[in-house]
């Protein structure tokens, strides 16, 4: 698999790209737009509870809590279509998941803001994976300290891997685009710590 490290020092980034043929990630996209238990997303801003245009699912081996931007989420079953595609990133990356966090951005005037996957419960320097169908989409790294910016685009079926002290070091970022008039949905497999048993 190895490919280039996108981040010029502290972390791991690697874009695998394409892993999926467009018949496939096509098949796959469209499944998942109706399968999938898709709700608004809810953000704390200024003090106040918004519900966002992106909307959001949340699936896992147990139901595992998921809590970001002070909100919880309680995890789903896999669907058949979700075990498919974590068989398939498992294999590509060499890695193993619990856990995949789903996104839905209906167009490109939805984005997500700076933002690092650095949650407690989430395994300590875990490998997230981040699976993209549907608009292809720019992807920006920015450096905690030095304001770095690293650029990468992230293709229909492309796979992009965040490793080691990224999340530490990086915040991530989906600009938003007019230009863009069709959805995509992002996949990150991860791993979430069980919680202990008292």
């Known amino acids: 698999m190895p490919t ?4 010029p020092r502290d972390g791991t ?3 695998l790209g394409k892993i999926l ?4 990630a096509d098949a796959f996209y469209e ?3 109706t399968e999938i238990a898709w709700k608004p997303d809810e953000i704390q801003l200024f003090g106040k509870r918004i519900q966002t245009k992106r909307e959001v699912a949340w699936y896992a081996d147990e139901p595992f809590s ?10 789903l079953g896999w669907t058949k279509t979700l075990l498919e595609l974590k068989a398939i990133i498992e294999k590509a990356s060499g890695e193993r ?3 995949c966090l789903l996104n839905l951005y209906h167009d490109g005037t939805q984005g997500m803001a700076w933002h690092a996957d650095s949650e407690a419960m989430l395994k300590p320097q875990g490998t997230i994976a981040s699976l993209s169908l549907g608009a292809e989409r720019r992807f920006l790294f920015k450096h905690k300290t030095t304001n770095e910016i690293v650029e990468t685009f992230l293709e229909h079926g492309s796979l992009l891997l965040m490793k080691g002290q990224t999340q530490s070091f990086w915040q991530h970022r989906l600009p938003t685009s007019a230009k863009i008039t069709s959805a995509r949905i992002n996949l990150t497999f991860r791993n979430i710590n069980p919680p ?3």
């Open 97 to 99: 998941f619990n856990s």
């Open 4 to 7: 280039q490290n996108l981040l």
């Open 66 to 75: 998921y809590t970001y931007s002070r909100t919880t989420k309680q995890a």
């Open 196 to 198: 202990t048993k008292s």
């Open 13 to 15: 980034v690697h874009y």
């Open 31 to 33: 499944t998942l737009r």
């Open 21 to 24: 043929s467009k018949a496939s």
